[in-house]
């Protein structure tokens, strides 16, 4: 039997081979004169940038303008001891999707189905954050609302700070709790507090 290739296992495991290169978010953004860092497209091939943090809202609004208009996801992850903490959004034009469904001038329920091929286009921003230096970064609640809870929940697990927000404070941990839990070099303390079962 002969060995499947790298490409042809991603293929049958349902991932999308990613062009090498700048793709079209990319090209968009340099042509508009946005400074980046293309970063290698994930698994399924949507495109991730990176961007610094002074420039998010301002690459943020760029897209937003050009139909990236929902913000899916916002998160946060640690590279681990000694590496970057890193703040993420994943864009999608959902407006565009759902007008191939039908146009807004349509009237209610004569829209057709999505052929279950088709895509939304996405996009994922990086922000890099030197664990030894500021942890702030513009919040991009004043674009999309949806980033409320998900920039206190990246807050409260990571520490990374969105300046702007209109609510920092702590979403999941009591607002005295000491240090930030998903971080990997997090020490978590040696004592629990029992509540009384009765």
Known sequence: MP????????????????????????????????????????????????????????????????GFDYLQCQGGYDEGPGGRLVSFYHLVKLAVLADRVAPASAAAGSGQKLPTEARPEEVRLKVFLPRDASLTIPSLYGLFRGADWQERETFDMFGIVYEGHPHPKRLLMPEDWKGWPLRKDYVQPDFYEMQDAY
Do not use: R, Y
């Open 3 to 66: 060995e499947e290739t790298p490409a042809a296992a991603a293929a049958s495991a349902g991932a999308i081979e990613a062009p090498a290169g700048p793709g079209p978010v990319s090209t968009w953004l340099t042509s508009q004169g946005f400074e980046h860092e293309v970063l290698p497209a994930d698994h399924l091939g949507v495109e991730v940038l990176g961007v610094e943090p002074s420039f998010l809202p301002v690459v943020a609004t760029a897209l937003k303008a050009t």
